[in-house]
């Protein structure tokens, strides 16, 4: 009953966030001006710019601009594309697959080999294996990921022509994208497990479990592992938002058919409209992901279930 | 003099690695132009596609070769870090003074003004920041000033949330509440005792956010929304020189290294400045 | 004079800090014996919290023995010039530890339940399930707990002197012969201090557990133990039966600390 409330609690705030998040977008896209007098160029007539102004219903009252917005939002429908005329809607139903496939992999290889790898670091302290740890994933940080994209292609398709360079096709064309995407939440990861790793392990009920005679593995895997895991499982929702970014840029590189290479046709051909319902729909993907894995820290800690709102 | 000289001895050999890197950094951005360098812009499409001077086929004139229109990349990489430098910090600072006064105001004031703030935050938060990079400048077009503005934009929230924990925490301190009982006004209260104890932590994050800044920049750049031309952006750089991959490796190699450097240098030098700052007594 | 269990001999122990060594322990030397309430006296920085981490050998990593032996029931579990260690197999199973803050020595993931049945499962392969259920509801009455809902219950959901009892009956549910506690009444309240002095007393009054009482209280320490031990600077400086050390204190440390304690009437 408890975890019951606390989960309409974490919805009810994921949908006021998600509603924020959309006007935030609508306001910051048109509060910047208004795109037909890029679209037309330099030299269009000032009667040109009124007609598609109007076309587009740009020439309405920034409030009514906002309440049609919010409106069409709640029945789901996203607008259409300035350049194609298509829904927006349907347009990224059309790429979405391949992303959300790019950005998993990406996130799971990350995962997967991140927290052992900060365990290992943790456990090893202070010592060569530790630093080593750190420092690549130190590094990992301060690398543009699309470059790092590059120079895999260049040295993986081109000089040793072992991996294909991009578009989808086969299980082989995700490795590079994927392996490349997977530096941006293995690097944070690792990182964050060896930190909070080490913290745990400082604490007084790890040296009372040892003092209770508990083997070495069962006191880093069970007790300390579960209690630094939590920290991470609040990074994995947080990373989302940051991959998807990620996944732009690779995408870019890899001719990747994904969110992110119709995020960049839409840069190219000025589609206000088609970008601004990417922002709304990356807004709810990232919303939905917290909001799982708030639900899934409550279930692992019993203390965050009883908390009050302060 | 001898105060400065003294000072030098006794910092760390890392330390003063650092200082002379940084040091270094800022020489190049500033005086690029006086240096004897190619035309970073300059067009020669006689040269095209010259590979680097230790590489068959290239010439001393261009040390690292050039790319597509004949400009240097060895110029193109030394002329970078002026505007990477200039974008980052001017997004920082902007970022860092907005979302910290924000902060601060949550912190201090609470109740509804706080759970406001944070709401919008949070909301912000949920935005992935490309996207919302682009919107922003598909609407407005093009420009230094408002690529440096949406970066501000991306950033602000970070400060918001950890300034507006560490003001909770001074404002339920004793003394403060002494202070406010006694009638002491709001603004003197945060701006005489607040601020010194936060401006640590804002500096802690500001240095965090420089590398993130640059990273961003280049991303954007990358993606053709980013530093105009004439501007010389290694991001952008590396998008034209993506093209010629096969043949011109240098196009890409080199100005993403200067990236990497760049950022780390940042970084390494960020912690350090932190691990000093937070040794440092707090002043009250 | 009763059978020995314990014996400590001449143990000295190092701290290790990047500028300096440390003598944290020197050249102590103490006996417990079976079913003896034993109480260990300092203040912080004396060395007892050192003392009793060797016992379980349960050090940092700067922390170390450089000398001395100890004698556990006529084994001798560690001798430093025979490179003798045997502790860690004793950890738990026939000596127990209780810490001094009452929830930092519990996993707050965990309920109490499941760490009391954690304890037994290693200790006590040989319990059916039914066996180990038993036991965790029969120890937890012992201390005066409501075991119904306190094996249901996280860390977060007791009070401190609850959760120190709590620890104290993961500490003994498998039987040690050797309990030692660490200041473990020093962050409670006066109320949950005399629960957990009481449920102590009974303690080894029942099981004939011995028993190694660390604190900085003297008054409290001379409420439960039969014989006393003062430290000072990593120094034994006074030891014997309680009465004997309360009237008669040789050690003018030991005076200081009986003439500290404000006396009504």
């Known amino acids: 009953m408890k975890f019951f409330r606390y989960s309409l609690k974490k919805l009810g705030g994921s949908l006021v966030t998600l509603i924020l998040a959309a006007s935030l977008a609508f306001f910051i896209s048109h509060l910047a001006g208004d795109p037909t007098v890029q679209m037309l160029g330099m030299s269009a007539t000032p009667e040109q710019i009124a007609e598609l102004k109007a076309e587009l219903g740009f020439d309405r009252p920034l409030v009514v601009q906002y309440g049609s917005f919010m409106n069409e939002l709640a029945h789901g429908d996203l607008g259409r594309s300035l350049y194609a005329g298509e829904s927006n809607f349907a347009l990224i139903q059309s790429r979405i697959w391949a992303s959300i496939q790019l950005t998993m992999v990406a996130m799971v290889l990350g995962v997967v080999l991140g927290i052992p790898l900060g365990v290992y670091a943790a456990a090893r302290e202070g010592r060569l294996a530790d630093r080593v740890i750190s420092s690549l994933a130190i590094l990992g940080q301060s690398i543009p990921v699309f470059w790092l994209g590059l120079m895999l292609v260049l040295l993986f398709s081109i000089t040793l022509n072992w991996l294909p360079a991009g578009l989808s096709g086969d299980w082989k064309n995700l490795v590079l994208p994927a392996v490349t995407l997977a530096t941006i939440p293995l690097a944070r990861v690792s990182r964050l497990t060896r930190a909070a790793m080490s913290n745990t392990l400082e604490d007084q009920f790890i040296t009372a479990a040892r003092a209770r005679g508990l083997g070495n593995r069962r006191v880093l895997f069970i007790h300390a592992l579960k209690n630094a895991s939590l920290p991470v499982v609040t990074l994995i929702g947080m990373q989302m938002g940051i991959l998807l970014s990620g996944a732009i840029t690779v995408e870019t590189v890899f001719a990747w058919p994904g969110l992110g290479s119709l995020a960049t046709q839409a840069v190219r051909n000025q589609d206000l409209t088609l970008v601004q319902a990417l922002v709304v729909y990356g807004a709810f993907l990232f919303v939905i992901i917290n909001l799982f894995v708030e639900l899934l820290y409550g279930i692992l800690d019993p203390r965050i279930r009883d908390a009050r709102q302060q | ?284 | 004079m009763t059978k020995s269990l314990l014996s400590i001999n001449n143990l000295s122990v190092e701290a290790r800090s990047r500028t300096e060594v440390v003598q944290a322990v020197n050249g102590a030397s103490l006996e417990i014996g079976e079913g003896e309430i034993v109480g260990l006296i300092g203040e912080s920085g004396s060395g007892k919290t050192t003392l009793i981490r060797s016992i379980l050998d349960l050090h940092e990593r700067n922390v170390q023995v450089v000398s001395g032996s100890m004698i556990f029931k006529d084994i001798e579990c560690y001798n430093f010039e025979k490179e003798v260690n045997t502790l860690s197999i004793m950890r738990g199973k026939n000596i127990g530890m209780v810490f001094q803050s009452p929830r930092a020595s519990l996993n707050p993931l965990m309920t109490i339940g499941s760490q009391l049945r954690e304890v037994l499962k290693k200790h006590c392969p040989e319990l059916g399930r039914e066996e180990v259920r038993s036991r965790v509801i029969r120890v937890l009455e012992e201390m005066g707990l409501d075991s119904e809902r306190v094996r249901r219950s996280y860390p977060h959901q007791l009070s401190g002197g609850m959760c120190q009892r709590a620890s104290i009956a993961i500490a003994i549910v498998i039987q040690p012969e050797l309990i030692v506690t660490d200041e473990c009444t020093s962050a409670l309240d006066v109320t949950s201090q005399a629960e957990v002095v009481n449920v102590l007393k009974k303690l080894t009054i029942l099981h004939q557990t011995a028993m190694l009482f660390v604190t900085h209280d003297i008054l409290l320490a001379s409420e439960l133990c039969h014989r006393l031990i003062v430290m000072q600077n990593g120094v034994i400086v006074e030891g014997g039966e309680t009465s004997e050390v309360l009237a008669n204190p040789t050690h003018p440390y030991t005076r200081g600390l009986i003439s500290a304690v404000p006396r009504w009437g």
């Open chain 2, 1 to 284: 003099m001898k105060n400065y000289l003294l000072a030098l001895r006794k910092t760390s050999l890392w330390n003063r690695i650092l200082l002379f890197s940084g040091f270094g950094l800022i020489s190049m951005a500033v005086f690029a132009p006086v240096l004897p360098l190619a035309d970073p812009n300059g067009q020669d499409l006689e040269s095209s596609l010259y590979p680097p001077a230790f590489l068959a086929g290239g010439s001393i004139k261009h040390v690292l070769g050039t790319d597509l229109l004949g400009r240097d990349v060895f110029s193109r990489l030394i002329f970078g870090t002026r505007l990477t430098v200039v974008i980052a910090v001017s997004a920082v600072v902007l970022g860092a003074f907005f979302g910290s006064i924000l902060g601060v105001i949550a912190g201090f004031k609470g109740g509804k003004i706080d759970a406001l703030i944070s709401r919008i935050t949070e909301a912000q938060l949920a935005l992935p920041f490309i996207l919302l990079a682009i919107s922003f400048i598909v609407a407005r077009g093009q420009s230094l000033g408002t690529l440096i503005f949406v970066l501000a934009l991306v950033g602000w929230a970070q400060y918001v949330r950890i300034i507006r924990a560490e003001t909770l925490a001074i404002r339920e301190k004793g003394f403060v509440l002494g202070l406010r009982v006694s009638g002491c006004s709001d603004f003197r209260i945060i701006f005489q005792h607040i601020v010194p104890n936060i401006f640590g932590t804002i500096l802690s994050l500001a240095t965090l956010e420089v590398g993130t800044m640059i990273l961003a920049e280049s991303a954007l750049s990358f993606l053709g929304i980013g530093v105009p031309p004439p501007g010389v952006s290694w991001g952008s750089d590396l998008a034209s020189g993506k093209d010629f991959i096969t043949m011109a490796w240098w196009l890409v190699t080199f100005p993403g290294i200067s990236i990497v450097l760049t950022v780390l240098f940042v970084n390494t030098a960020g912690d350090s400045l932190r691990s000093h700052f937070d040794s440092r007594k707090r002043i009250f």
